[in-house]
Nanobody, 118 residues
């Protein structure tokens, strides 16, 4: 069973920055073995949406709403995926979820709350 653990969420003022981390501690899971990793978010009353993804080959993809402000990266040595979020806006407020996928399976973390005040 793959367990993903997100951290780094919190309350920040508009224009500020946060870095989210997604780790898979101690369960033999290696992010470099997965076809891809990604960050998704869900705001109250809205559907979960893609924020950013990174493939095993290093290709990245971003939602238009975050392009130029967010950066996804991975550190295979630390078995961790990051989401650097800059120039945050109130509309970025949501629960952010980490996802990994491979071989037809999807794995999700429990989510971390990001709140951006105006």
């Amino acid at each position: 069973q793959v367990q993903l653990v997100e951290s780094g969420g919190g309350l920040v003022q508009a224009g500020g920055s946060l870095r989210l981390s997604c780790a898979a501690p101690g369960n033999g899971f290696s992010i470099w073995r997965m076809n891809g990793m990604g960050w998704y978010r869900q705001a109250p009353g809205k559907q979960r949406e893609l924020v950013a993804t990174i493939t095993r080959g290093g290709s990245t993809n971003y939602a238009d709403s975050v392009k130029g402000r967010f950066t996804i990266s991975n550190d295979n040595a630390k078995n961790t995926v990051y989401l650097q979020m800059n120039s945050l806006k109130p509309e970025d407020t949501a629960v952010y979820y980490c996802k990994s996928w491979s071989g037809g399976y999807n794995y999700w973390g429990q989510g971390t709350q990001v709140t951006v005040s105006s």
